[in-house]
């Protein structure tokens, strides 16, 4: 390419990041010179509360976390500069999947370096052209990359909408193998899948049900099982995907539980398992911890549900529009883009830290703050998040002034 090419090259680039900026839609990056936490300090020095972190169970920055990815890496050391098939399997990982499938009450567990490669490395070595895979709308973008990677024919049904789902599988009544994929829940609305009724569709149309419980391992359902758990389903669910790094500890790593069968063909063929290296000694000891500290007692979800439940009360009292439901994800509607943009920026002012969500991450018009709860969210601290809600809520005028 010559310079002239390479330089209009750049030139379209930044040309594109001004039109973000000046729509609003720019992402910016705030700066951690801490812990992850129920409070952080920024790169500025304030400390600010944290409200949107997938640190659900508070146990990113916990102590007993910290102190089982020590343990673990003066047992096995820093990484394994391998693929697991080579020489990059230690016995904690074997451990970890083994703790895996029983947490989520599954046969057999594989872990990924992220959850994105779970779901990116899941749909290809099952399914091909015979094969039909059903969506839900909404679903998370590494569900729709992996589905793309795939030969299968794609269905989409409406988000959560059972009578499309319904639709949707007569309409691939001819194919060979029919699998619905839907997160457990929806990381942007706070929404829970209906997994009862597709539990019940799948039966009856003779198809598969695969879950994404990112959002979810950790404290949904009685015991913090997942999704299937909240539902009722358990059992009934064919294949989870799920994440270590939200609440399971909060750093990196990805699973895919399911039976043996399709376990040992993920082994053989997923690509991002083949080709990327062992999940870091450390993360796989905290994890393992993790899990037996969340077979053991259900504080930390008990916890982490009566602050979702106060917060959403409470700001739902003060006057803005939320989703609604019962999940700790608690979308506090804007609907422009530029709005959610300057009152993230005066929440950051008021000491607390949100982000803005818009287009193209949802859908146009549906701007949004994030707000995401924690167990290790004190009473005090949410009240003191709520009275700046309501401060910048009536500042830009969002909220009628006093």
Do not use: W
């Amino acid at each position: 390419m010559s310079e002239a090419g390479k330089q209009a090259f750049f030139d379209g680039l930044r040309e594109n990041l001004e039109q973000l900026r000046g729509q609003g839609l720019y992402k910016p990056e705030r700066v951690l010179a801490s812990r992850q936490g129920a409070e952080v300090v920024a790169a500025d020095g304030r400390t600010l509360i944290n409200m949107c972190a997938n640190n659900y169970l508070g146990l990113s920055g916990d102590l007993q976390t910290q102190q089982a990815a020590i343990a673990a890496t003066e047992r096995y050391g820093y990484g394994l500069s391998s693929v697991r098939f080579i020489c990059g399997t230690q016995t904690v990982h074997k451990e970890l999947e083994a703790a895996l499938s029983r947490f989520l009450g599954m046969p057999d567990t594989i872990l990924y370096a992220a959850a994105f490669d779970a779901n990116g490395g899941l749909f290809e070595p099952l399914f091909d052209e015979n094969d039909a895979i059903i969506s839900d709308a909404l679903n998370h973008a590494s569900i729709i990359d992996g589905v793309r990677l795939c030969k299968a024919a794609r269905y989409r049904y409406q988000h959560n909408d059972m009578a499309d789902l319904e639709a949707q599988l007569q309409a691939a009544a001819d194919k060979r193998h029919k699998v619905i994929a839907t997160d457990g829940v929806f990381s942007m609305d706070g929404t829970i899948a209906q997994l009862d009724k597709i539990c019940d569709l799948a039966d009856r149309y003779g198809a598969l049900v695969m879950i994404d419980e990112c959002h979810a391992s950790g404290f949904m359902g009685r015991t913090g099982r997942g999704t299937h758990e909240h539902h009722g389903v358990m059992g009934r669910v064919d294949i989870i995907t799920g994440t270590l790094g939200k609440a399971l500890g909060g750093a990196m790593g990805g699973f895919t539980a399911a039976r043996q069968e399709v376990i040992d063909t993920l082994r053989q063929k997923s690509r991002p398992y083949l080709f990327s290296n062992s999940l870091a000694p450390s993360i796989a000891g905290a994890s393992l911890a993790v899990l037996e500290r969340l077979s053991a007692s259900t504080e930390l979800r008990d916890r982490l549900h009566e602050n979702t439940a106060y917060f959403r009360a409470e700001i739902a009292r003060i006057g803005f529009t939320i989703k609604p439901g019962t999940h700790p994800v608690v979308p506090v509607m804007l609907f422009e883009a530029p709005l959610a943009q300057r009152f993230a920026a005066r929440m950051f002012e008021l000491g607390v830290l949100l982000s803005g969500f818009f287009y193209p991450v949802v859908p146009m018009g549906q701007a949004r703050v994030r707000v995401q709860l924690s167990a290790a969210h004190t009473r005090a601290q949410l009240d003191t998040v709520l009275a700046a809600f309501a401060q910048a809520g009536r500042e830009l005028d969002i909220l009628p002034r006093a």
